[in-house]
């Protein structure tokens, strides 16, 4: 029986090239699977073209799937949750489309009767990683081919494999950048970007360009975490995350230039853009310091580091990920309210306000003003034994130095 393998399929270059080599190659029946994660493909190109390529180049089927709304709710919404940010800033825009995608390819491999599935990644990425174990996570019994790491092809020999094949490709031998796109952002790579000196070309940002010179402000609600409304208009949140990317946007707010680790041990320079991603996860941050009881809230930061770098290991499916969910899901159930942001163009966001029915900020305690309702007495008794062990500790084995340097 001949072996069948769905491919993750992009209609780039590579996956193209990857239909027609893994046939010649390996013998095997092709089936392609496009999952729309809101990536742009439909304004350079439509889905049509796409898949008549896939086709061209010797698949079987090309099978599409809008994936926009469970990306948003099902990955985004966690993501926002934990405030997640690989190494303290990168909003993890691929790393959590590939769980989204992995979960297709298992569920059309076992339409298909398929025995493998298949990427198009090169060793040297994250990508490879998160494909392979979210597949053996989900489905054990599936082989997983990656075609790209085995061909030893360059770009040109790519582009020369696919002429030979007709396959009606839209490179060229000159590529620039490596562009991963889907609804929380778009992750650029290669080209001048690969001298992490040299500042980043303007030339392949497109959701942060400046088109206004004037602030934008906008109200974002969130219910138990989740963004649910923008200056009090409900919306689906796949809907709301691309309005707030417009209009964040439009500011110039949301780019990322940094040399991150990755995986597989390399450090890269990478550059992003993600307006939306990071004006959400700083709003939804802003309303959990209102909320949240201060050991929670000390508690859920030390995980959230933890959880962004399961994701951006590939981990999506992994036992302590799903535990870490459990806590953080708690933790969402109060987190209920509005914030205010404000951007600056270009590029500048702070948050001017939040508010929220659950909050913690009670304003008898925290007063200076008459309406004070904060027992001051009960300070003194309170400092006094916190302070304790250190004044012993000073009185018994010597209190320190006192003496300021002589200027
Ligand atoms: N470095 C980022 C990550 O690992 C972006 C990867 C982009 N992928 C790509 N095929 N260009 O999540």
Known sequence: MTKRVVLAYSGGLDTSVAVRWMIQEWGVEVICLLVDVGQDVKSSESFAEIKARALAAGA????????????????????????????????????????????????????????????????KGNDQVRFEVGTHALAPELEVLAPARNWGMTRADSVDFAQKWEIPIKATKEKIYSIDENLWGRAIECGAIEDPWAAPPEEPYTLTRVTTTEPVELTLSFVSGVPSAIDGVNMELAELIAAVNARAGSTGFGRLDMVENRRVGIKSREVYECPGALALITAHADLEDLVLERDVHHEKARLESRWAELVYDGMWFSPLKEALDAFIADTQRHVTGDVRLRFDPPGLLRVVGRRSPKALYD???????????????????????????????AARQGAKNSTPPTP
Not at 93 to 121: E, M, T, W, Y
């Open 60 to 123: 079987l089927e090309c099978v599409t799937v809008d994936a926009k709304r469970e990306m948003a709710e099902e990955f985004c919404a966690p993501a926002i949750f934990a405030n997640a940010l690989y190494e303290g800033k990168y909003p993890l825009v691929s790393a959590l489309s590939r769980p989204v995608i992995d979960r297709h390819l298992v569920d059309q491999a076992r339409k298909f009767n398929a025995q493998a599935v298949a990427h198009g990644c090169t060793g």
């Open 363 to 393: 304003y008898g305690l925290a007063t200076y003003e008459a309406a004070d309702t904060f027992r001051h007495s009960d300070a003194e008794g309170f400092v006094h034994i916190y302070g304790l062990g250190v004044k012993t500790w």
